[in-house]
Nanobody, 116 residues
Framework: QVQLVESGGGLVQAGGSLRLSCAAS????????MGWYRQDPGKQRELVASMTFGGSTNYADSVKGRFTISRDNAKNTVYLQMNSLKSEDTAVYYCNAGVPGSGIYWGQGTQVTVSS
């Protein structure tokens, strides 16, 4: 069983920065794609950013140039550096990881609130 534990959410003023972390634990040979999603109440969960094991990245248009995803494969950890935060970035952020041969896993979510 794989567990994902997120940290780093909180309250920040518009224009500020936050860094989210997500550590995977359990029986893991190698993680596949890791990413971050977010969800507002009443809306669908949307992809924010993802990164392959080899380092290829994908970003939502709304965060390009402001957010940066990175990962430490030795630590089974993925990060999301969020700069120039806007009120519309307010959401619950979820970590996601694909484990080849095992499945797709989600973290419990961490709240990010940006005050204007």
């Amino acid at each position: 069983q794989v567990q994902l534990v997120e940290s780093g959410g909180g309250l920040v003023q518009a224009g500020g920065s936050l860094r989210l972390s997500c550590a995977a634990s359990g029986v893991i040979f190698r993680l596949g794609i890791m990413g971050w999603y977010r969800q507002d109440p009443g809306k669908q969960r949307e992809l924010v950013a993802s990164m392959t094991f080899g380092g290829s990245t994908n970003y939502a248009d709304s965060v390009k140039g402001r957010f940066t995803i990175s990962r430490d494969n030795a630590k089974n950890t993925v990060y999301l550096q969020m700069n120039s935060l806007k009120s519309e970035d307010t959401a619950v952020y979820y970590c996601n990881a694909g484990v080849p041969g095992s499945g797709i896993y989600w973290g419990q979510g961490t709240q990010v609130t940006v005050s204007s």
